[in-house]
């Protein structure tokens, strides 16, 4: 007769032997190099040296524009259009995408404002792109800053004349300005 126990998800086989004193348990074998926390702590994402991967037909470089969740970005392509991007499975959670990253996209043919996220640069594969002329001049690379930033979002401050300044507003000198309060 055998017996089970049922311990922390772990099967313990107690075979019964000749005397009920030595009895032989048998437990699994361990064939993991460590747990979750062990995964998590290695960063495996960012090798020293990769080969760089040029744009081919149907991809366009482009920039983040800003981040909507869901695996979703907005992005400007250097081609000139804003496009909704989509970060592939593949990438999520692996690959952190961030506002003013150049990335590599898939257009799709039926669907021009949307396309897919391939791949992510760093900012020194950036600069090597863009010495070798894949992108435009204009691109800002690793900095907050987009390359598409509009003007018109700006507050612009101008200086105050003196004659614009309202002199004495502490004063109850201006009281017949007002009127009495009764007349109303």
Known sequence: CNFYFYRFSVIFIVQPSSNCCNSTVIMPKNKGKGGK?????????????????????GQEYAQVVKMLGNGRCEL????????LGHIRGK???????NTGDIILVGLRDFQDNKCDVIAKYNSDEARELKAH???????KINEGETFNEDEGDA??????????????????????????????
């Not at 926390?37 to 037909?57: A, S, T, V």
């Not at 002329?133 to 691109?139: I, K, R, Y």
């Not at 502490?170 to 309060?181: E, K, Q, R, T, V």
Request: charged share 50%; net charge negative; hydrophobic share 25%.
């Open 37 to 57: 926390n062990r995964r998590r702590g290695k960063n495996q994402n960012e090798p020293d040296k990769r080969e760089l991967i040029y744009k081919e037909d």
């Open 76 to 83: 400007f392509c250097f081609d000139g259009e804003t496009r």
């Open 91 to 97: 990438m999520r959670k692996k690959v952190w995408i």
């Open 155 to 184: 507050i612009f401050f101008g200086d105050v004349d003196e004659e614009d300044q309202v002199d004495g507003l502490g004063d109850d000198d201006d009281d017949d300005d007002f009127g009495d309060l009764d007349d109303i």
């Open 133 to 139: 002329g894949q992108l435009p001049p204009e691109a």
